[in-house]
């Protein structure tokens, strides 16, 4: 039965039109991904924590206070450490799959917006950016870790650190999947 179970996720995870014998690494990290989310209860805590994950840690980066740039100028405000984060995640993202990491630059625009909204809200009045985007990480980490517990296996970056970056991107990728996009 846990064979059928963990067949059944592996072969959800190869992409359309994938060959036997030309695995990406992308497809590697899928598989080994998926062999820790067989639950469906930890699947679906995973379809509301990551997303939430991604958008706070964002969040927590983004209000780290940037230095003023001179040469930026006018566009001084528009750079901080989250760009930073945001370049080196894309980048990685794109040296597994490019459609995958336009997906994912899509979703953090999207996360950015409802940063700034955020930010908007600070200055008049309410929390502190970096208060909003810690309740929401710490709460979905331990709603992580709750599905993990549910799936009785530990999360996949305690064996490599990467698969805090894959997680994002797995969930994306059964999207593309459902959309019949080849990514």
Known sequence: MANTKKNKSASKSLPLGEVAGSVRQVDVYFNKY????????????????VPLI?????????SIPFPHIGFLGRYNG???WASFLIAF?????????????????LLIFIFSYFIIGLENWQHAGGPMLWQSCLVVF???WVGQFIG????GKKPSFFDDIKFLLIGPIWLLHFVLLKLKIKY
């Open 34 to 49: 998926a062999d820790s989310h067989q639950n469906h209860s930890n699947e679906l805590i995973h379809w509301v924590c």
């Open 54 to 62: 991604v958008f706070s840690l964002l969040g927590l980066v983004w």
């Open 78 to 80: 528009f750079v901080n």
């Open 89 to 105: 995640s894309i980048y990685y993202y794109y040296r597994l799959s490019p459609v995958l990491s336009y997906c994912m630059l």
């Open 138 to 140: 710490a709460l979905s």
């Open 148 to 151: 993990h517990k549910i799936e």
